[in-house]
């Protein structure tokens, strides 16, 4: 079945630095890939998707693009604030279900 | 005001007791989900609902029951619960249609259960 990865359980940045969060998945079908950022004690809400190979999309300075040669869809940041410490998801729809699959996450903590 | 509604937001029970978290949205979209948030597990889905009386497993769905009588309102039900079901269980919902995406989520119902 369809499965993603987040290598990183925690990622700890000084702010001003850039950030990866790495994510790849493994599905049969033609990929919809997302980023859910959650604060603390909040729900997730999306942060950026995509379903186009090669193209990058980007929200709130957060970017992503969607690579399907190697079922990737890193999200990056060129400088981090404090405001970004959270649990970063990522997340593949399944075709056809509308079942998604969630990677296990990564917390992002930005120090000062 | 798109929102997804979830009652009551902390919960704690004791094994064997029943437990009912309520799910409400007011975007009148079709497909509903129900998912658990455990520290390292990510969000695991529970049981996903397609519309009215039309709801299909999901990944964990032992040990839970749902009902959608009304579009707008859908529900987990935990027939005696166990201590191993103590989570944040999280409902969303999605427009329908292929390519529309992303789920809006509720702000989650805390569950303890002792």
């Known amino acids: 079945g369809d499965s993603v990865t987040q290598t990183e359980g925690l990622v700890t940045l000084t702010k001003g630095l850039p950030v990866m969060l790495n994510c790849t998945y493994q599905?049969?079908?033609?990929?919809?890939l997302f980023w859910y950022v959650q604060h603390l004690n909040e729900a997730p809400k999306l942060l950026l998707k995509s379903s186009t190979d090669n193209k990058r999309t980007e929200h709130q300075g957060f970017y992503a693009t969607l690579h399907k040669s190697s079922s990737s869809f890193h999200l990056q940041k060129s400088s981090v604030q404090l405001s970004d410490s959270a649990l970063y998801f990522c997340?593949?729809?399944?075709?056809?279900?509308?079942?998604?699959?969630f990677g296990a996450g990564t917390r992002l903590k930005v120090i000062a | 005001d798109m929102k997804v509604t979830q009652m009551p937001r902390y919960l704690i029970k004791r094994m064997g007791e029943n437990v009912l978290l309520e799910c409400g949205q007011d975007?009148?979209?079709?497909?509903m989900y129900w998912y658990r948030q455990d520290p390292g597990l990510g969000l695991q889905l529970i049981y996903i609902?397609?519309?009215?009386?039309?709801?299909s497993e999901g990944d964990i769905p032992k040990g839970y029951r749902v009902s959608r009588k009304k579009r707008e309102h859908f529900s987990l039900i935990l027939d005696s619960a166990k201590t191993n079901q103590t989570s944040v269980y999280f409902c969303?919902?999605?427009?329908?249609?292929?390519?529309?995406?992303?789920?809006?989520f509720g702000e989650g119902s805390k569950l303890t259960v002792l």
């Open positions: 599905t049969t079908y033609s990929p919809f």
């Open positions: 969303a919902s999605r427009p329908g249609g292929a390519n529309t995406g992303q789920l809006y």
């Open positions: 609902s397609y519309d009215v009386d039309s709801n």
């Open positions: 997340a593949l729809e399944g075709r056809g279900n509308y079942k998604y699959v």
């Open positions: 975007m009148s979209h079709e497909t």
